[in-house]
């Protein structure tokens, strides 16, 4: 394997990490900061550090005006859409469960490019999108057909990840036109704004009025260091050489990663119907992406 490929891997699978903790570090921060307010703070924190980093190593570029629109609609997907489904979502599922879905995106990934970019669709694919779906259902589902998580909850992490795709599309077009650092520093500047009216509204008064933990300021911290800086600038890096398909592919692991951070730091219990349905979701996942890893080979 080439270094460069070493490489790449490296900064996926860290980038993965990192956001399979922040599925816990968000439920640690909530227990003083409101959903608005940890979504918020963490851009601000990020966006600040970014840029007095480019600042002072000189490597701001500016955006370019015929970019404007682009950068917009990616601040829109990430951070905005995106934390508006996950953050409200964490709120009312499980650390576990929200990751799980999390992981389907490469599923839907597969099924919008086959409905708006005419991509064939494998068997193999369709095989994958329903023994994930079986798996999620394992997981959602007790005594029969009778939910285990709220079915809200549920519908705002899929938000969270169709927000992802069209992260993950609109990121393409800017990849290889400006540095990592400099993309992830302007969603994040943009996206902050998109939430300030939403703050005022809704968690202001909440914020003035809480007792702040030090655990929640510790877990806001790394939220915007490690989930809405380092982890953005690894998977953007990663998808320059890997692609979106590959990259995304890497998503899959994600829950394992969580409940094992969940069980760790929060005494998350990890039943044997969550084994199973984590288990079943990921060999759906693996096996949609086995026909085009031939593919990549021959």
Known sequence: MAKGSISSYLNILFSMVFWAFSFVWIKIAYESFGPISTILLRLIISSAVLFLFLGLTKKLKAIKKEDYKLFFVLAFFEPFLYFMGESFGLQLVSSTLAAVIISTIPLFATLFAFLFFKEKISFLAIAGIIISFFGVGVMIFENGFQLSASLLGITLMFVAVLSTIGYSLTLKKLAH????????????????FMFLPIFFMWDYKALLNSEIQTSSILALIQLALFASSLAFI?????????????????????????????WWLRGDIIDMQKIIGITIVIIGLFVSQLNRQKKNEI
């Open 177 to 192: 036109k400006y540095p990592p650092v400099n993309i992830i520093a302007y969603q994040n500047f943009i996206g902050l």
């Open 234 to 262: 690894l998977f953007t890096k990663a998808i320059k050489t890997l692609g979106v398909a590959k990259s995304n592919m890497f998503i899959n692991l994600i829950p394992v990663f969580t409940a094992i951070f969940a």
